[in-house]
Every structure is written in structure tokens, then in C-alpha cells.
């Protein structure tokens, strides 16, 4: 005696079909979203890396003349204009790459003895999509301060 499957079970073909479609598109957002992600870090990390440099050029701004010997051991005098300066030249003749819309938002000294630049640039994703947003403003802060040993 052979027993005959109900007809409920015996139609199911072609759906995995839909299911193959839906994970296939389902990995290429994935996919997508990973891409933009790793170049916004890398675009962030390209972006700091270029202001630690422009502070440090600014944190060595100082004649020998503004060095001072405090209880502590000597100490540099920065002003705000002599880092802004160091800071615009260093920028001026450094190869500065692809970034969108670089602006030098401040640059300048706080205490007299460190320098801190802040940069801005504009962000977008490599490969345009309905789920990310057509680009963002990066900004990020290094800090660099000059010590003699």
C-alpha cells in the first residue's frame, strides 16, 4: 500500500526561489554597509593623522628666544598667531590628498605651551545607496605639546 502525500506538501516548488532573492539582497546591503563604514573610519583616521602632523608643526612653532627655564626645566612660549601660521604652511605645502572641503576650523595654543589644531572634512560613501546618507562632516582635535628632556 503506498501512501499518498497530502497536496498541501507536494506543491511547494519555486519557493525557495523568493527566499534566494531576499538573502541575496539582503547580503549586498550588508555588504554595502560595510564598505561605507570601513571608509569612514579610514577617512577619519586619514583625517587625524593629517591634523596630529599639523600639531605637532604647530607645538614646535617657537623661536629660541621664547624659551623660558622655569623650576621645572625649560619651556617654550607659543602664541596663537605663531601656531596658526605653522599650521597653514604645513598644510600649504604637504600633499594633503582627496579630502572634500578641508577647513582648518582652529588652530592655536590654550596655555602657551601646547598646540591644538582642528580639522573638518566632508564625507561620502564610496558607493551611493538608498541606505546611507549621501556623506557627512568629519571634524577631529590632535593636541601636540613641545617638551625638552
Known amino acids: 500500500m503506498t501512501r499518498r502525500k497530502p497536496r498541501l506538501l507536494a506543491a511547494d516548488d519555486g519557493s525557495t526561489l523568493p527566499l534566494t532573492?531576499?538573502?541575496?539582497?539582503?547580503?549586498?546591503?550588508?555588504?554595502?554597509?560595510?564598505?561605507?563604514?570601513t571608509s569612514l573610519y579610514l577617512e577619519r583616521k586619514r583625517l587625524y593623522t593629517l591634523a596630529d602632523g599639523a600639531a605637532l608643526v604647530g607645538a614646535e612653532a617657537f623661536a629660541l628666544d621664547d624659551v623660558t627655564l622655569t623650576p621645572s626645566g625649560y619651556?617654550?612660549?607659543?602664541?596663537?598667531?605663531?601656531?596658526?601660521?605653522?599650521?597653514?604652511?604645513?598644510?600649504?605645502?604637504?600633499?594633503?590628498?582627496?579630502?572634500?572641503?578641508?577647513?582648518?576650523?582652529s588652530a592655536g595654543t590654550v596655555d602657551g605651551r601646547s598646540a591644538t589644531v582642528s580639522l573638518s572634512a566632508d564625507w561620502s560613501p564610496p558607493v551611493l545607496s538608498l541606505l546611507l546618507p549621501r556623506g557627512l562632516r568629519l571634524e577631529v582635535t590632535a593636541v601636540a605639546r613641545s617638551v625638552f628632556g
Open 21 to 37: 532573492i531576499f538573502y541575496g539582497f539582503l547580503s549586498l546591503a550588508l555588504i554595502l554597509m560595510v564598505v561605507a563604514a
Open 75 to 105: 619651556r617654550p612660549n607659543l602664541t596663537s598667531a605663531e601656531v596658526s601660521a605653522a599650521v597653514g604652511g604645513y598644510l600649504d605645502s604637504n600633499p594633503i590628498g582627496d579630502f572634500d572641503s578641508l577647513v582648518v576650523e
